[in-house]
């Protein structure tokens, strides 16, 4: 009954080295979450950051407006609360203060239920030499692919 919506954050896995990962609830208001079941959400320039009461906000995620709301309609870019455990918060922020890590949202999806999740993950910044290092392997996975299916055919 329900689609299922999954919506990746790509260049975060290029530029980033994913340490662990979490699965949060998102604090949404009516229209954000049927925009989000249209798939009209982006989350390739957001981050994640801590406020003074170490709870935990998605920053520059972008959910576009809902084309059939009124007056009530949402932001299209708001900080979003997010949804998780105490003792995980406590870890991450003591991650972030302590080795200097970042949170990056990863995947926005919904559930079985039809409940939006933001699946974050604690991350280290690569190098330049990393990244193309990551492009190499790319690029001799695509030609060893290419080798593969010639040969089968």
Same mark, same amino acid.
């Given at each position: 009954?329900?689609?299922?919506?999954?919506?990746?954050?790509?260049?975060?896995?290029?530029?980033?080295?994913?340490?662990?990962?979490?699965?949060?609830?998102?604090?949404?208001?009516?229209?954000?979450?049927?925009?989000?079941?249209?798939?009209?959400?982006?989350?390739?320039?957001?981050?994640?950051?801590?406020?003074?009461?170490?709870?935990?906000?998605?920053?520059?995620?972008?959910?576009?407006?809902?084309?059939?709301?009124?007056?009530? =309609?949402?932001?299209? %870019?708001?900080?979003? /609360?997010?949804?998780?455990? !105490? *003792?995980? &918060?406590?870890?991450?922020?003591? @991650?972030?203060?302590?080795?200097?890590?970042?949170?990056?949202?990863?995947?926005?999806?919904?559930?079985?239920?039809?409940?939006?999740?933001?699946?974050?993950?604690?991350?280290?910044?690569?190098? =330049?030499?990393?990244? %193309?290092?990551?492009? /190499?392997?790319?690029?001799? !996975? *695509?030609? &060893?692919?290419?080798?593969?299916? @010639?040969?089968?055919?």
């Amino acid at each position: 009954m329900l689609k299922t919506v999954n919506i990746l954050n790509k260049r975060a896995r290029f530029d980033y080295e994913i340490i662990e990962k979490y699965t949060a609830g998102i604090v949404l208001a009516g229209t954000e979450i049927k925009s989000i079941r249209l798939g009209k959400a982006n989350i390739a320039e957001s981050f994640c950051e801590f406020n003074g009461k170490n709870e935990l906000f998605a920053i520059n995620t972008y959910i576009e407006e809902y084309a059939f709301g009124n007056q009530f =309609n949402h932001k299209s %870019r708001s900080e979003r /609360k997010l949804l998780l455990n !105490k *003792r995980e &918060l406590k870890s991450l922020a003591r @991650s972030v203060q302590a080795k200097g890590l970042t949170i990056i949202p990863l995947r926005l999806f919904t559930n079985e239920k039809g409940i939006a999740k933001l699946e974050i993950g604690l991350c280290k910044g690569k190098k =330049n030499y990393d990244k %193309r290092e990551s492009l /190499k392997e790319q690029d001799t !996975k *695509r030609d &060893l692919d290419r080798i593969k299916k @010639s040969f089968n055919s």
